[in-house]
């Protein structure tokens, strides 16, 4: 049974930042590119940044130059570095795996930004 478990979300200003982390079943993590997926109200779920088991990332253009999607294989945990949140970027955050067509989701942690 793969489990996800994201943690590090809150109530942020605008400016600030988060770091968001997701806690995985060890065998699999290891050896599975994994994602950050994002909901805001009333809005489709979309993939934010991704990233494979060796370290190749990707990233959304909403977020490019302000998030940093990471992991340690060694604590079986992927990261999301969040710096200079804007208002949009509220949402709740999943992490997924795998990326591109996800089998497992975490349950999520919400992400507030105020202005």
């Known amino acids: 049974q793969v489990q996800l478990v994201e943690s590090g979300g809150g109530l942020v200003q605008a400016g600030g930042s988060l770091r968001l982390s997701c806690a995985a079943s060890?065998?699999?993590?290891?050896?599975?590119?994994m994602g950050w997926y994002r909901q805001a109200p009333g809005k489709e779920r979309e993939l934010v940044a991704r990233i494979s088991s060796l370290g190749r990332t990707y990233y959304a253009d909403s977020v490019k130059g302000r998030f940093t999607i990471s992991r340690d294989n060694a604590k079986n945990t992927l990261y999301l570095q969040m710096n200079s949140l804007k208002p949009e970027d509220t949402a709740m955050y999943y992490c997924?795996?795998?990326?591109?067509?996800?089998?497992?989701w975490g349950q999520g942690t919400q992400v507030t930004v105020s202005s």
């Open positions: 060890g065998t699999f993590f290891s050896i599975n590119a």
């Open positions: 997924a795996a795998p990326p591109l067509e996800p089998r497992y």
